[in-house]
Structure formats: C-alpha cells, structure tokens
C-alpha cells in the first residue's frame, strides 16, 4: 500500500518560513509527478505546487515567489520550502503524487497543519 507521509507544518508568524516534507514509500517515486495541496477552512482543496518527474515545477499564482518545491528520487522525498508566509497560508496540506496514463492515479497523504497567525 502507497503511503505519503507529510511533516513540518507548524504554526509560524506573518513573514516567516517552514519546510514541509513528504516521505513516499510503496511506489516508483521517479515516475510520478509529486504535488503539493491545501484546504482551508470552508475552501476547496488546491494546488500549490507539484514537480513532474523531469523535474518541471508549477505553482500557484498565489504563491509564487514565495515557494519552492523541490524533489529526491534517490529519497523518494518531495519537499515545500513557504518563505514569507502569510495568514492567508494557513491551511491543511496534503502531499499527492499522481501517474496519468490511461487513467488517472491519484495517492494522497493524510495532511499536516500550518497556521500563520501574529
């Protein structure tokens, strides 16, 4: 069974940083494209950023400039680097990885907290 486990979130103040990581085990990291989604309170979950198994990166309109995600296949890891978070940030985020080929294969992990607040 796929397992996508997040950690690093955290409550941190306006204009501060966290680092979230996602640990993937049971699955051919390499070949899938890794993301990163939030919900908030009273919202639809959303993306923030994903990296595609080339290393291709998407993100947000809402964050750009202010995230950065990267990815270790030798690690099976993904990661989420939020600097100059902002109260507008605070949400639950989900690791995904994601396969599309004649179907969509969508593995979700189970969310971390991060909360800015002053």
């Known amino acids: 069974q796929v397992q996508l486990v997040e950690s690093g979130g955290g409550s941190v103040q306006p204009g501060g940083s966290l680092r979230l990581s996602c640990a993937a085990s049971r699955i051919v990291f390499s070949i899938y494209t890794m993301g990163w989604y939030r919900q908030a309170p009273g919202k639809q979950r959303e993306l923030v950023a994903a990296?595609?198994?080339?290393?291709?990166?998407i993100y947000a309109d809402s964050v750009k400039g202010r995230v950065t995600i990267s990815r270790d296949n030798g690690k099976n890891m993904v990661y989420l680097q939020m600097n100059s978070l902002k109260p507008e940030d605070t949400a639950v985020y989900y690791c995904n990885a994601r396969r599309e080929v004649n179907l969509v294969i969508d593995y979700w992990g189970q969310g971390t907290q991060v909360t800015v607040s002053s």
């Open positions: 990296i595609s198994s080339g290393g291709r990166t």
